[in-house]
């Protein structure tokens, strides 16, 4: 298991496009993925349970990956969500 802390950049937050991006990039990996904010566990893979998560631009969320590819998921969904070109 990796995880790492990171900021979100995405303009806008994690509504329904930009979840839909980072739900995409999620199943091109073998391994699981969550995101951990204000003790909340979020499924990477499930768009509805991103977008209910409310993160906006600015939040801290740690990026939690285990499996086969793990490094190169969390790599993936660090460097998405510090993305400043997501817009709605």
């Not at 909340?40 to 993160?55: M, P, R, Y």
Request: hydrophobic share 40%; proline share 2%.
């Amino acid at each position: 298991m990796v995880e790492k802390k990171v900021v979100v950049k995405i303009p806008c937050g994690m509504h329904i496009r930009p979840a839909g991006i980072l739900s995409y990039e999620a199943s091109k990996y073998r391994s699981k993925a969550h995101i951990i904010f204000k003790h909340h566990t979020i499924n990477v893979h499930s768009l509805l349970n991103i977008v209910a998560g409310g993160i906006k631009c600015g939040d801290e969320v740690c990026v939690r990956c285990s499996g086969d590819d793990e490094q190169q998921m969390l790599d993936a969904i660090v460097q998405l969500l510090q993305r400043e070109d997501i817009t709605e």
